[in-house]
């Protein structure tokens, strides 16, 4: 089984400000690791994932992580935030699958609710 | 970038009364799925369906739950007898045959139930 703790609920940040949202994970498998944006009335959208090779990851929008394996993290970054980047951001896992195809179960995290100010 | 595509996106229904939230995943995906979240919630796995079954399903997805390929392009979650607690925002996601495509989500359906 996985397990994902996002440590932060709620990050407010002022515009043009780094941001980095904490996302932590436990699992007995290897996984494959994402992060999903979430804005107001809208649907969860894919920001980068984690399948495999290099461990830095870039993304939309601006947004990179890191898999730390060793420290069992993936957090989110980005250098200079603007105001739509206010949103709800979801860490998830998904355990690693055998096969040719893209078979994911993810586990999500609570949530962190980044809210960027003027 | 394709969609995938969720109706209703609000349903309101009595208690004990049958509903089936409808999907449209993207057409050449392979994999279909359904998560809730919970008002205040994680988003959870429900149930995942790969050639015409359900491949893998969670302790939550019970006999009152199923799901339905019906035809080649919609893919339901049908609740036979539903309680409060399933009121939740349901969301429906695909990814395609190849390894490493992206998990696509649609954008949710809101049930409650009254």
């Known amino acids: 089984a996985q397990s994902v703790t996002q440590l932060d609920s709620q990050v407010p940040v002022f515009e043009e400000a780094p941001v980095e949202l904490r996302c932590n994970y436990s699992?007995?498998?290897?996984?494959?690791l994402f992060w999903y944006v979430q804005y107001p009335n809208q649907g969860l959208q894919l920001l980068l994932k984690?399948?495999?090779?290099?461990?830095l990851v870039k993304g939309i929008n601006g947004f990179e992580a890191e898999f730390n394996k060793s420290q069992t993290s993936f957090h989110l970054r980005k250098p200079s935030v603007h105001i739509s980047d206010t949103a709800e951001y979801f860490c998830?896992?998904?355990?690693?699958?055998?096969?040719?195809?893209?078979?994911?179960?993810?586990?999500f995290g609570k949530g962190t609710l980044l809210t960027v100010n003027p | 970038e394709p969609e995938v595509t969720q109706t209703p996106s609000h349903q309101v229904t009595q208690m004990g009364q049958e509903v089936i939230l409808r999907c449209v995943p993207i057409?050449?995906?392979?994999?279909f799925y359904w998560y809730r979240q919970i008002l205040g919630q994680k988003v959870e796995f429900l149930v995942s369906?790969?050639?015409?079954?359900?491949?893998?399903k969670s302790e939550i997805f019970d006999d009152q739950f199923s799901v339905e390929r019906p035809d080649g392009s919609n893919f339901t979650l049908k609740i036979r007898s539903t309680k409060l607690e399933d009121s939740a925002m349901y969301f429906c996601?695909?990814?395609?045959?190849?390894?490493?495509?992206?998990?696509?989500f649609g954008s949710g359906t809101q049930l409650s139930v009254l």
């Open positions: 996601a695909s990814s395609g045959g190849v390894l490493n495509e992206k998990l696509l």
């Open positions: 699992s007995s498998v290897s996984v494959y």
């Open positions: 984690y399948l495999s090779g290099s461990t």
């Open positions: 998830a896992v998904s355990p690693r699958r055998g096969g040719g195809g893209s078979n994911y179960k993810l586990t």
């Open positions: 057409s050449n995906h392979l994999y």
């Open positions: 369906f790969y050639n015409n079954e359900i491949s893998e």
